[in-house]
């Protein structure tokens, strides 16, 4: 047979029992294969075979601006330089006014706030600063809806100036100086001027004072408004009368100049940026250009000065370009993809562009990927999602080619390596909407967040801001709803939900947050970016903000989703990030250093207890302990009817707040649960809650019901089975101290909470229990050992704790006397205050509640001297000295732990420790 003719048939013929052993083979092969190519990528992110291409198509011509610039052939040719900007005469008298008459009114109406956004820049002629100016329009630019103008005045806030049109014609015009611009409607607590038009006639003027919410108003007619100081034009004084007359032509003209700049303007923004190497140093003579996408042409090009800086004016025209920063024989290139120079957004900064060694080491770079709307601060578990990660260069890559892809665990981590530079993540994952992340690999690695969202349902998008710090962010989403006060509706950590169905899914201490708003209303949003941490300390110039590169990111319903990163270097506590309106995003870029005026940026995360701010944030469970009984018998069908119930504690429950590490006791004299529990109803259909047991739930949110009193929305309710459930464990660093004491014979003890940290105090009574012939001592772990923090009480004493006020109170009674004392705590300082009455227990009417001592009134009138440092005082004085330590003069108010029911252990089994 001729070697060309024997087939793979004649082989098998030959060799019948070495198919299968081949077979067998093969199959192993391809599976370490598999496995080793698996963990080959976990670590080092290379491509997996047979993964489908997710790069979309790119233009042949587009290509070239996915590629590196070749140096050599740079075309420069179609460079365009925008040196000026144009200048704007507002005060040009160019339009006459129309015909006045008597009892000519305004045509209330709606003030449309949507339309195309636009943003064009000038010069103001009048004194030669510039003018930002916002432009909305419908009908493709023909028709003008609002301009706002932006100006620095000089008392440092924003002049700022609103235009609404009405067939291109002024309809109303507003004025103020405001140190944060937030979108609002004019109302009388809002100071500044405003204007009516009709029919180019001013038919009325209006003025708040500021600082007084003093109404002045004049015009063609009167409202005959008692709260207003106001004059009928044809019967008022000359004064009145000429002042009317010049805002008329004033402000009618400066109307019509401004809308006849934007017609007759091109949009001109600008790109600037800073550019420094790996250790800082500001690189100067750094070519920068600006490159149109659509046909890879050189459009704009800078050099860096000697601080490293740039600045190009740009003609906004809605094209994608790709800023290229060219490198040297040393340091590579920066590019920066995907920069839309969009009509609604005027100016671009890259203030963080570095360039890397060319020859730099590949670096460890590890991703977590996230549910953006269930991750929790402190509480990761169940929220990672299991992902694809497509590697590209550069930022804001989405199209490009990939230089790695790896994929997460199921908790969503996944390691690789990549050399110093930036990237552009893609993240797949089933069920969510794709993301794209940018990141920074510096010489020390990488370590990132990921977040995604589920895609949106129809006419809705989600707005998700994530950072990258342990600093307190929140997210701020101001709505076309009306607000109260003048003020827009917004959603935000103290209004969770609005009128029109937009909400906010959480307010976490880092990572992200994540706002759902409705889409299909008529209006924009406005997205803000505040950093809580340094607005409630008074920080306002802290760069902690910037430090966290925050990101906020839109996701709409058809898959697609925008980006906007601060990339600045300012310093402040808030960021406007962006605009959504009709379906189109554009980026704010403003940065504020102060939050003037915003009392939802000023407010305390927190609720009143007990005359104490207690910090929350949603998702933090509570405890409750009862103290009466409760019994619930609520039939299925009154729940769907009224799907939420209130219980009310009446001073009776202690509600222990927990973020994860620390816990806080509330005063429930001021508060009440509201459940919420759309899915766990039946809890409450058979939930009989009795004296000393424990509920367990979780807060989703905090609020304010119409009495004034803060209530918890709980997303569940559970009942513990006893006291001991929910007590802390004694942690193991108390396990010797302990040790030693049961070799004496019978230890009682409690744990505390005395200082801000995760690890709770030991109280010991001593000696072997109830006696107390020695009092109380209290330990606390700090710094690597256990400290003697105090030893506190004599004989018969009843000891106390109040944790509102950190108080421990010693109660003592004997020889015709009653005595208290009163320790407060911070770290190692121990303060202690006494008082003493002549009224012994249980002569002067003492009673015992629920293990808690309350004496009445009485129990001062005959003091006697007092032993050692004890304080005898009158009834007036212990009240005033009651009311200066818990706020009230009922002590039971701090909510107590009765030292008396701490825990009895006779040997180290009998303890608890985590």
């Known amino acids: 047979m001729k070697k060309e003719d024997y087939s793979f048939s004649d082989y098998l013929e030959e060799n019948k029992k070495k198919p299968v052993i081949i077979a067998i083979v093969v199959l192993i092969l391809i599976a370490v294969v598999f496995v080793c190519t698996g963990i080959f990528t976990k670590r080092y992110g290379v491509s997996l075979p047979g993964v489908e291409n997710t790069d979309g198509a790119v233009d042949e011509l587009a290509q070239k601006a996915l590629e590196p610039i070749d140096r050599e052939s740079v075309d420069l040719s179609n460079v365009k330089i925008i040196s000026e900007l144009d200048k704007v005469d507002l005060t040009a008298r160019k339009h006459a006014s129309g015909s006045r008459q008597r009892g000519m009114a305004w045509d209330e109406g709606f003030l449309n706030m949507s339309g195309d956004k636009t943003q064009y820049r000038f010069i103001d002629k009048a004194d030669g600063k510039e003018l930002s100016c916002e432009v909305y329009t419908d009908d493709g630019g023909k028709t003008v809806n609002r301009i706002i103008t932006y100006k620095e005045a000089g008392d440092g806030r924003p002049e700022i100036i609103e235009y609404f049109y009405r067939d291109n014609k002024p309809y109303f015009i507003s004025k103020r100086n405001e140190e944060v611009y937030t979108p609002a409607y004019d109302s009388a607590d809002k100071p500044g001027v405003r204007f009516y038009f009709k029919d180019d006639v001013l038919v009325r003027s209006r003025t708040v004072v500021e600082g007084t919410m003093l109404v002045s108003q004049t015009g063609l007619y009167v409202d005959d408004n008692p709260d207003y100081e106001e004059f009928e034009y044809y019967s008022a004084p000359d004064a009145v009368k000429l002042q009317y007359d010049r805002f008329e032509q004033e402000w009618l003209n400066k109307a019509y100049n401004i809308l006849e700049a934007v017609k007759n303007t091109k949009a001109i923004g600008r790109v600037s940026g800073k550019v420094t190497d790996d250790q800082g140093k500001e690189l100067s003579d750094i070519k920068v250009l600006i490159q149109k996408v659509s046909d890879g042409n050189i459009i704009y090009a800078a050099q860096t000065d000697t601080l490293g800086t740039f600045s190009m004016n740009v003609k906004l025209d809605k094209d994608s370009y790709r800023i290229c920063v060219l490198g040297n024989e040393n340091l590579s290139d920066a590019y920066i993809y995907d920069c839309v120079l969009d009509l609604g957004s005027g100016v671009h900064e890259y203030n963080n562009i570095v360039l890397y060694p060319q020859e730099a080491e590949v670096c460890d770079a590890s991703f977590d990927v996230y549910d953006g709307e269930t991750y929790r601060s402190g509480n990761k578990a169940g929220s990672g999602v299991f992902s694809r990660i497509c590697i590209r260069e550069g930022i804001g890559n989405r199209l490009g080619e990939k230089i790695a892809e790896c994929y997460t665990n199921t908790k969503g981590e996944v390691e690789t390596a990549l050399k110093p530079g930036f990237y552009t993540l893609e993240t797949v994952s089933e069920g969510y909407a794709t993301g794209y992340t940018n990141i920074e690999v510096t010489q020390y690695g990488c370590k990132k967040k990921i977040f995604v969202v589920k895609t949106p349902q129809e006419n809705t998008a989600k707005v998700l801001l994530s950072w990258d710090s342990d600093i ?55 997205a803000y970016v505040s950093c809580y941490t340094d607005i409630i300390s008074g920080a306002y110039g802290c760069d902690d903000l ?28 808030l960021w406007e990030a962006l605009e959504v309106n009709r379906g189109d995003v554009t980026p704010g870029g403003r940065f504020y250093s102060t939050v003037g005026g915003k009392e939802w940026w000023l407010e305390n995360k927190s609720i009143s207890a007990g005359g104490e701010n207690v910090r929350y944030k949603s998702g933090m469970q509570i405890r409750g302990r009862l103290e009466s009984d409760f019994s619930y018998a609520y039939s299925v069908s009154d729940w769907i009817n009224n799907k939420k119930f209130f219980l009310g504690f009446d001073n009776e429950v202690n509600i222990i707040v927990s973020d994860g590490e620390h816990e806080q006791t509330v005063n429930t004299d001021r508060v009440e649960v509201k459940f919420d529990l759309a899915k766990d109803y039946n809890i409450l259909c058979h939930l009989d809650l009795h004296i000393g047991q424990y509920v367990e739930g979780s807060i989703r949110e905090i609020g304010t019901s119409e009495d004034g009193r803060p209530y918890l929305v709980l997303e569940s309710l559970a009942l513990l089975r006893d006291k001991a459930d929910s007590e802390p464990a004694v942690p193991m660093e108390y396990l010797g101290l302990l040790a030693d004491r049961i070799k004496d014979g019978a230890v009682a003890y409690s744990v505390i909470y005395v200082n801000d940290n995760a690890t709770p105090e030991l109280v010991i009574l001593n000696p072997q229990g109830a006696s107390h012939e020695n009092g109380a001592e209290l330990y606390t772990y700090d710094n690597g050992s256990v400290d003697l923090v105090g030893t506190f009480g004599y004989w018969g004493g009843n000891f106390t704790y109040y944790p509102m006020k950190n108080l421990i109170c010693v109660e003592e009674t004997g020889n015709g006397s009653h005595m208290e004392s009163y320790c407060s705590f911070d770290k190692y300082t121990v303060n202690t205050v006494n008082y003493e009455s002549s009224l012994d227990f249980p002569e002067y009417g003492i009673s015992k509640v629920n293990g808690q001592y309350t004496m009445n009134g009485t129990e001062y009138v005959n003091p006697i001297p007092g032993r050692g440092n004890a304080v005898p005082v009158t009834p007036e004085e212990y009240e005033k000295q009651m009311k200066t330590m818990f706020g009230v003069t009922d002590r039971n108010t701090g909510r107590y732990i009765d030292l008396d029911s701490c825990r009895m252990a006779t040997k180290i089994e009998d303890i608890r420790f985590k």
């Open 472 to 526: 307190d962010l929140d997210l701020t989403v101001f709505t076309p709803a009306c607000g109260t006060r003048g003020d827009m509706a917004r959603i935000t950590r103290d209004t969770f939900e609005d009128a029109l169905g937009n909400s906010l899914k959480s307010d976490n201490t880092d990572g992200c947050e994540t706002a759902v708003v409705n889409t299909a209303a008529d209006g924009g949003y406005k």
């Open 546 to 573: 910037m430090r966290s590169r925050p990101a906020v990111c839109v996701y709409f319903s058809d898959g697609t989703c925008r980006s906007c990163e601060f990339d600045g270097t300012s310093y402040g506590v």
